[in-house]
């Protein structure tokens, strides 16, 4: 985590008083840095400001699993701070990312109480779970193959996709030998490109066809 002192070019919560934004400060990350380690005290509210991230959960037989991802304007510790969640979970950045970090002590002085606030957060609670659910709808309404480009188009930074394929296929609920052909087909097809370990540059017009389309 790198401090940055600098405010003014960035876009910050409306919701935030002047007394809560004087007193944080903005945090950045490079790609694939912990932001957040799991099971550990929350000691900032984030909200990211700029890049994406992924919330992971490590089971008992040491597994690591994507459960959701972030993107500007998300917030990290909602449902700490709301009393929903008592075990943290691990938070990892996408590419370059800026958060806002907010101290608990801030937040416990001048957010808990604040009607207005705490809506924003139950708004936004909500707003995740019904995420949640519509991707496990459209694990199964679509083929693989459009799934996969729209995982690609939502977790790439600077048009480079850059995930594990292990974490991936258990994400999309697929074999990891069925990911593995589909890939190999994108890569034949010119839709990625491989650029470095692990590392694809993405066809994003063509990315952008395959994906499956928001009907809003």
């Given at each position: 985590?790198?401090?940055i ?40 509210l ?111 930074s600077?048009?480079l ?28 097809e ?27």
């Amino acid at each position: 985590m790198k401090k940055i002192s600098y405010k003014g070019q960035y876009h910050l919560p409306k919701e935030l008083p002047k007394v809560v934004l004087d007193q944080s400060f903005l945090t950045s990350y490079s790609h694939g840095e912990q932001i957040h380690q799991a099971n550990t005290p929350l000691d900032y509210l984030f909200f990211m400001i700029k890049g994406k991230g992924k919330i992971l959960l490590t089971q008992e037989n040491g597994k690591t699993t994507i459960i959701q991802f972030i993107h500007q304007n998300d917030w990290i510790g909602e449902l700490t701070i709301l009393g929903a969640e008592t075990e943290t979970r691990e938070i990892r950045s996408i590419g370059h990312t800026i958060c806002l970090a907010i101290p608990m002590s801030v937040v416990t002085a001048y957010l808990l109480n604040d009607i207005t606030f705490i809506r924003l957060m139950g708004a936004y609670a909500g707003h995740k779970l019904v995420s949640r659910t519509m991707h496990f709808s459209k694990n199964q309404n679509y083929i693989l193959k459009h799934r996969l480009a729209s995982f690609i188009l939502e977790v790439s930074s600077d048009n480079l996709y850059q995930e594990n394929h292990i974490q991936v296929a258990e994400y999309l609920g697929v074999s990891y030998r069925h990911l593995l052909h589909t890939f190999k087909d994108f890569r034949q097809e010119g839709l990625v490109t491989k650029v470095g370990h692990q590392c694809f540059r993405i066809n994003l017009t063509e990315i952008e066809k395959l994906a499956i389309q928001d009907p809003n």
